[in-house]
């Protein structure tokens, strides 16, 4: 069986990505079809054979991501995918939108229905201005992204909330498959950063605004207690510029860091509403509490009072009374890992294996 992977773009580094690299290890001839690929920037893409759009030499519109979306669409339509069996789309945006001929399956792999266009809107575009500016476009990319939707043959949600919004947004049902762990755990943890601290790691772009790392700096700004962020993007100059000397910047670490840093850590602290937070999981497979929004995929992943806690309200005063009643210290470290242990690497692809014999 001749397979494919299609992804949006090829330029970052998140749970999406770790999800890739799963799928490579499944079907490791398969190849990748992408509108953009980052070469310099995306070190994890070395082992596929990443195959690119037109867009890949469009240099002058790479520099403008609102005026790239209209873009994707004809991108994603241009491939051709008449050699394979099955192609699997690992998509929050365009790349559900490839076109197969009768007799290959497409599986949509989805993160979510494109965010900007339907949940996430009125907080992308709360600039009335900006909202009006961009009604044409919004409207021409709601009717190709509904026309899109129909075209996978099965859908595959990361999530209760996702499965949900692709019935709210698509009329198409799906089966949840959540993604894998990959996070590879370190036999030589380091003392050196074993501190009293609380820990935040995400993306840091206007497009992750839903992540809300702006609602954690003012709540440990208030309550003085000791934060550590790990991650990178545009908009950590400004997230820097917000925080007090309680908080400091750690920046994109390596795997073993990372580990490093989830393994002494208080807790894993998650103020957004994320589509699933592989994050959360990877805190909670070293054994470490987290402390969460209550909604989206943290209610998947969380058991109150077992392998954390939650808050109610999207507000930094919320978050902190979560975190005056909170102790570490009556958290079970084994009940918290084997909780983690229904997002494994094994289940993900026992689960993905089963679906395709199910499909094909």
């Not at 992408?34 to 037109?54: C, E, I, M, N």
């Not at 266009?117 to 709360?126: A, E, M, R």
Request: aromatic content about 14%; glycine content about 4%.
């Amino acid at each position: 069986m001749k397979v494919a992977l299609v992804y949006d773009r090829v330029n970052k580094w998140g749970g999406a990505e770790r999800v890739l690299l799963a799928l490579h290890k499944i079907f490791p001839d398969a190849p990748l079809y992408t509108s953009l690929y980052d070469k310099k920037k995306v070190k994890w893409a070395k082992p596929f054979d990443v195959r690119v759009s037109f867009l890949q030499s469009a240099s002058s519109l790479r520099q403008y991501n609102d005026l790239l979306v209209l873009f994707m669409p004809i991108a994603f339509e241009s491939f051709s995918f008449d050699e394979f069996d099955l192609v699997i789309s690992v998509t929050s945006e365009a790349a559900k939108g490839i076109i197969t001929k009768p007799g290959t399956i497409h599986i949509c792999y989805c993160l979510t229905p494109t965010r900007y266009l339907w949940s996430g809107y009125d907080d992308y575009f709360s600039n009335n201005t900006f909202r009006t500016l961009s009604n044409p476009s919004v409207s021409y990319l709601r009717k190709w992204d509904q026309v899109a939707s129909s075209r996978p043959d099965y859908y595959i949600a990361i999530s209760t909330e996702v499965k949900k919004r692709i019935k709210e947004y698509y009329k198409r049902e799906s089966e949840i498959i959540f993604p894998p762990l990959t996070l590879e755990r370190y036999k030589k943890i380091s003392k050196k950063t074993k501190q009293d601290y609380f820990l935040l790691v995400s993306r840091f772009s206007r497009f992750t605004y839903y992540k809300k790392v702006d609602l954690a700096i003012e709540a440990f700004n208030i309550t003085g207690l000791p934060l550590k962020i790990i991650g990178t993007g545009p908009m950590i100059k400004a997230y820097k510029s917000k925080a007090k000397n309680n908080i400091e910047f750690l920046g994109e670490l390596t795997d073993r860091r990372l580990t490093d840093y989830y393994e002494n850590c208080k807790a894993l602290v998650f103020p957004g509403l994320e589509d699933f937070g592989l994050v959360m999981a990877e805190a909670q497979s070293l054994g470490k509490p987290v402390i969460a929004y209550k909604a989206g995929g943290a209610k998947d992943i969380i058991k109150p009072g077992v392998t954390g806690e939650f808050f109610s309200e999207q507000t930094p005063e919320s978050l902190i009374k979560t975190l005056k009643r909170f102790n570490e210290k009556s958290y079970n470290k084994a009940e918290i890992i084997r909780n983690s242990k229904k997002f494994s690497y094994k289940i993900f692809k026992n689960e993905l294996e089963a679906f395709i014999k199910e499909k094909i």
